[in-house]
């Protein structure tokens, strides 16, 4: 793994923590941020989370499992891709966690996605949490 890559990005948000809470952890939600995914859980600790879609033209299954579910406070959860060119092994899982804290002006949501098997991995990665950000913030704040 990678240690010395850790995609950490944090953004202000002008919308009530309840209403960013809802957009981020939810399959409406998700589908906007996340290009288009169908994600399914069943939100508990544990809990398998798949990704389902298509990039590219290319069909994709993708999974991890729900590490922390603190409602308002933490999400967490491991993320294997199968672009990823590397075996479903856990040690070629990523972390991703999302942190929310409310502000005076709104939401503040934070974003720790660690643990990459391949440096194009996290290129590519940092790159998509910039535009999930942005259209998370967009569509809360609407």
Do not use: C
């Amino acid at each position: 793994m990678l240690q010395d890559f850790v995609v950490n990005k944090t953004i202000d948000i002008a919308a009530p923590l309840e209403k960013v809470w809802k957009f981020v952890t939810t399959p409406a939600g998700m589908k906007e941020y996340l290009f288009g995914s169908h994600v399914i859980s069943d939100w508990k600790v544990g809990s398998l989370i798949r990704f389902t879609g298509e990039w590219e033209g290319k069909p994709f299954e993708d999974k991890g499992t729900i590490e922390v579910m603190d409602p308002g406070k933490t999400f967490e959860y491991t993320y294997y891709s199968s672009f990823s060119g590397v075996p479903d092994q856990s040690e070629n899982y990523t972390v991703v966690r999302m942190d929310f804290e409310q502000t005076e002006n709104g939401t503040r949501l934070s974003v720790k996605h660690s643990n990459f098997p391949t440096e194009t991995a996290y290129q590519n990665t940092e790159k998509h949490w910039e535009l999930a950000l942005d259209i998370i913030k967009d569509r809360t704040e609407a």
